[in-house]
Each structure stands twice: as C-alpha cells, then as structure tokens.
C-alpha cells in the first residue's frame, strides 16, 4: 500500500511505524496530480489549522484527485463531526487542539489495523474479505454477511464496525432467534407508555440506540414479514416510529446483517438495501490454509505462548485433515479441550461419516448433482415438460421435508443438535416442523415397528 502525506509539517513518526508501507511525502499540493494512476493507494490532507495547505482549496483538491476509484482519502480537521464520512471515497478525522496531524494519523491507521487482524487468516478469501473491509472505511455501506454456522460472522460484523468512521459509538446487536415473535417489534422500535399491556414505562428500542453507529442484525432470515417491510422503512426513509407514538424520528444507522440461509427468505427490496456490501464467509473445509494461523490465535486467546509449527506432527495433519462441520467455532472448542487435556478429540456429533469423508474430498454435493440430473432426464425421456417454478418448488420441497424428518429421526428428535447440525435456527426447525406436519409420536411409532 502506497500513502501519501500533502500539508503536513512532519511524517517522521509514520515512516518509523509504517515501515512496510511506501510512504510519499508531497509538499507541493499542485503535484499530487503527478501520483494518481490505477494504484491502489491513501492520501492524507493536512486540512486543519497545522496544515501547510491551502483550506478554501481542499475541496476542489479532493475533487481533482478522484479521477480514480482507487485512491481513498483521509482528511484531518479541526471540525468536529460524530459521523465523520464527508463523501463517498472520503473519510473526515477530526484534531484535537493539542494533537499534531502526524498523531491523528498513525490513530486512524492503528485502529484499522487492529480490526483487519482481528480477521485471522492467511488465505486468498480472507485476504479478500480484510481488503473489502478496508474499503468500506470509504463507502459506509449496508452490510449482508452470508456463511454457514461457526464461519466467524459475528466477529466480522464486530470487525466491520471497529474500522468504520462508527466506532466511536457502541455496536448494537441483537440475534432475532433469541426473541419471540410477539416482542421484537418493541425490542427493535421502542415503545411508548401505555402502548400495550404492562409497558408501564416508556422504552427505547435498539434502533435508537445504534443512531450515529451500527446495528447488527444476526440470523436476519428470521424476521416476520411486517417487521422486514418496517425496516425496510428504516433504512429508505431514515425514520422509524415508535410502538405506540404518532410521529417518527430520524436516524442515521447502517445495518450489519448476517444468516446462514439462502437469501431468498428476505423480500427482495429489502434484500436490495442490506446487500449494498456482500460478504460470503467460506466454510473452513474450503480454506485450510486458515487453519494453523487461527490455531496460534487460539493459543493466544488462553495465554499460551504455543503455535501450530510446536504442536506434534500427528496433531498438525489431523488438524488440517478435518473437516470441521462447525467450522472456525469448532476449531476453537477443539484447541481449548487440546488445552486442557493435551488429548486432541475431533468427536462431533455427524450423522454418517461416509458424509465427513465425501466432504473432506473435495466432492462437495457431488450426490446431488447425479440426484439431479437423473430427475431432469427422466423427465425428458417422458417427454413429460413441466412448469419450471412449480417443479422447482416440488422438489424443493419434498427434499425439505425428507431430509429434516430423516436428521430429526437420526438425532432422535434432538431438536437443538438438529438446528446446529443443519446451520438453522431452533425458532425456523420449528416452523419447518409445522410446516410439513412432522409427528415425533408418528415417526416413532414407526420406527419401532420396523
């Protein structure tokens, strides 16, 4: 990463820090035209009153400079802003009277450095992942985490908000599993006094609380239908009304949501405006080169001065061999029991082993690629041309049903194992359970019969 300094009196101290960085220091502002081609790079205006630049010049400056997407531009000022993005591919930090221009710099990079390597990894995905991170310092987007359970979706969301222009406010999160349907309208909007039976109190609710920072909806896939089209209002609008009040209120917020369902659930428009960032978290079994760097974090978490190059050979391969069903979470529970029994148990409750190895392979839903094509051929053969969505939601749902009535007779109707091991909420297991009418009395009975 190339930084360039225009307008201030010293960078000594970012060159004795940034020491991996190429660092350019430009003292004439009417050059700096001479340094933006296709590089990826950050420049840093010294606009403040310290500064060796001219102010009432700054902002057509910064316009000249944005002839390309790949310059972001940190601006030092002495005016003070709670949310500080000035315009999109700018951010705006703030001096205090007593700091230097230098100081609020190397503050700025020390925070974003912090959050990006708390995104431990040495793969391309991740490195991705930290770069698009990076970039989002510069835009403030909504942000649409994807992944299966234990991916690190929580940690990410926490990373987002760290080494955003937001941070100076607390993160608001809140896991809509972990409330009934009947309350989360008030959690999310507040409520006034009186507005129902037993708000003896006025209260406010979680969106007012992330004014001015983020909010970080996890398992987004669970919300009902009213309470989607009511935050969808939220973020068009900037307004959001209070359970039982007359009027709205504005709000400056920016969504972190995360799931580890399809993003069909969501209705689309809203899907739209959560989704102005995307990012996919692979699954563990797909980037192992993660694996040894988040084993030396681990050992860090519990104080132990031990990295994955210490660890037995033996211990090292099955490490890397697995496949890890639960992902990074999994990971951690291992090295915390390997911690404290030197035993390494990579006991998990699958269902069939024969899925593991088939996984671990590399023929990831191979099974049902042939499953599939089998269908589609036979239905060919019949000459037998069906409407595509109702086809589509036949087998879908068919699929559904069997393959949850199977794994809840598997984990002898363990309805808890069941939502972990399919990467769902307890709450949407439910709803499948009722949706398709599954009987455990029925199943059993069945079972013991055969």
């Not at 590399?362 to 089998?374: K, Q, W």
Request: charged share 25%; aromatic share 8%.
């Amino acid at each position: 990463m190339e930084l360039l300094f225009v307008g201030f009196s010293s960078i000594d101290l970012v060159k004795k820090i940034s020491k991996s960085d190429h660092i350019v220091e430009c003292m004439d502002i009417s050059k700096i035209d001479n340094y933006i081609d296709n590089q990826r790079r950050i420049l840093f205006i010294n606009a403040s009153s310290d500064g060796k630049v001219d102010r009432s010049k700054v902002g057509n400056f910064i316009r000249s400079v944005k002839k390309t997407f790949s310059t972001k531009i940190v601006v030092v000022t002495d005016e003070s802003k709670i949310h500080q993005n000035i315009s999109y591919g700018t951010v705006n930090l703030y001096k205090q009277p007593n700091e230097t221009g230098e100081k609020v710099c190397i503050d700025f990079g020390q925070t974003v450095k912090n959050a990006l390597d708390s995104i431990v990894g040495n793969s391309s995905h991740i490195k991705e992942v930290r770069t698009k991170v990076f970039d989002m310092i510069f835009s403030d987007p909504h942000v649409l985490i994807l992944g299966e359970t234990g991916t690190g979706k929580n940690l990410l969301a926490n990373a987002i908000h760290k080494a955003s222009m937001r941070n100076k406010i607390p993160m608001i999160s809140l896991n809509i599993t972990t409330l009934p349907e009947s309350l989360l309208e008030s959690e999310l909007f507040g409520h006034t006094k009186g507005a129902y039976t037993g708000a003896d109190a006025a209260r406010e609710g979680l969106i007012g609380q992330a004014d001015k920072s983020h909010f970080f909806l996890d398992e987004i896939g669970e919300l009902s239908v009213e309470i989607q089209t009511k935050l969808l209002n939220v973020i068009e609008d900037g307004k959001y009304y209070v359970v039982g009040g007359s009027g709205s209120r504005e709000i400056d917020i920016k969504f972190i949501s995360a799931t580890n369902r399809e993003s069909y659930f969501l209705r689309r428009d809203l899907l739209f405006r959560l989704s102005e960032e995307t990012i996919e978290l692979l699954p563990l079994r797909s980037r192992k080169e993660d694996i040894p760097p988040l084993v030396d974090f681990f050992f860090n978490q519990l104080d132990y001065e031990i990295k994955f190059s210490d660890l037995p050979e033996e211990v090292q391969n099955k490490l890397i061999a697995y496949s890890y069903p639960g992902n990074v979470r999994e990971l951690q529970n291992i090295i915390k029991r390997y911690a404290s029994s030197n035993t390494l148990d990579l006991t998990t409750h699958t269902m069939d082993t024969s899925v593991t190895k088939h996984f671990s392979n590399g023929n990831e839903y191979r099974f049902i690629d042939n499953a599939i094509n089998e269908i589609v051929e036979s239905t060919i053969k019949n000459k037998t041309i069906l409407p595509l969505l109702d086809f589509k939601e036949k087998i879908s749902s068919k699929f559904e049903m069997e393959y949850v009535s199977h794994v809840l007779r598997n984990f002898k109707w363990d309805k808890q194992s069941v939502a972990t091991q399919l990467g769902i909420s307890y709450r949407y297991l439910n709803k499948l359970i009722t949706k398709y009418s599954m009987d455990r009395r029925a199943k059993s009975n069945k079972d013991d019969k055969s």
